[in-house]
T-cell receptor, first 110, second 114 residues
Framework: GQQLNQSPQSMFIQEGEDVSMNCTSSSIFNTWLWYKQDPGEGPVLLIALYKAGELTSNGRLTAQFGITRKDSFLNISASIPSDVGIYFCAGPYTGNQFYFGTGTSLTVIP | DGGITQSPKYLFRKEGQNVTLSCEQNLNHDAMYWYRQDPGQGLRLIYYSQIVNDFQKGDIAEGYSVSREKKESFPLTVTSAQKNPTAFYLC?????????????FGPGTRLLVL
């Protein structure tokens, strides 16, 4: 799959702080997916968004589908040590191809 | 529990040897995929299958082969023609194909060359 532009590339934050990351594309998407991957493990789906402007929460995680359909945002509130990992966005594009973000590496300092 | 299983977790390959990575899903999904992940890099598509007995090459299919004889199974063979096979391999599936699909991943297989 081709890559989406994801930022920031890495983040080092104190426990309890909020986190924001985003994904952008030059193309329109109908679905935005956010995953978390721990070292040596497969990605786990966190949130799926299917409608422009949609705001969806999963516990302390909140994701938004941008109204232009070319971007999406993920926020984590009150971070904890187990939030450490790599977060990446994805979306189905043509046919059965998925595009993936380059990933945001999150480190939470206790 | 529904999900995707991959085996083995770790696999060692000797020079000139073909090895096969297993991927099984009990989600009743039509579409299945194989990706390769290298350190610090994103996911690269090797092969995908939209339906049984059909599969298509992805971006980096050279040195790999697949089969899809059953809906729930999509094994990947890393052949001796793949000169740099050391990587983390991820299998994924989705209900169907199109612009509204959600993709689910297995736990991965790490392939190392002896």
């Amino acid at each position: 799959g081709q890559q989406l532009n994801q930022s920031p590339q890495s983040m080092f934050i104190q426990e309890g702080e909020d986190v924001s990351m985003n994904c952008t594309s030059s193309s329109i998407f109908n679905t935005w997916l956010w995953y978390k991957q721990d070292p040596g493990e497969g990605p786990v789906l966190l949130i799926a968004l299917y409608k422009a402007g949609e705001l969806t929460s999963n516990g302390r995680l909140t994701a938004q589908f941008g109204i232009t359909r070319k971007d999406s945002f993920l926020n984590i509130s009150a971070s904890i040590p187990s939030d450490v990992g790599i977060y990446f966005c994805a979306g189905p594009y043509t046919g059965n191809q998925f595009y993936f973000g380059t990933g945001t590496s999150l480190t939470v300092i206790p | 529990d529904g999900g995707i299983t991959q085996s083995p977790k770790y696999l060692f390959r000797k020079e000139g040897q073909n090895v096969t990575l297993s991927c099984e899903q009990n989600l009743n999904h039509d579409a299945m995929y194989w990706y390769r992940q290298d350190p610090g890099q994103g996911l690269r598509l090797i092969y995908y299958s939209q339906i049984v007995n059909d599969f298509q090459k992805g971006d980096i299919a050279e040195g790999y082969s697949v089969s899809r004889e059953k809906k729930e199974s999509f094994p990947l063979t890393v052949t001796s023609a793949q000169k740099n096979p050391t990587a983390f391999y991820l299998c994924a599936s989705s209900i169907g194909w199109g612009m509204y699909e959600t993709q689910y991943f297995g736990p991965g297989t790490r392939l190392l060359v002896l």
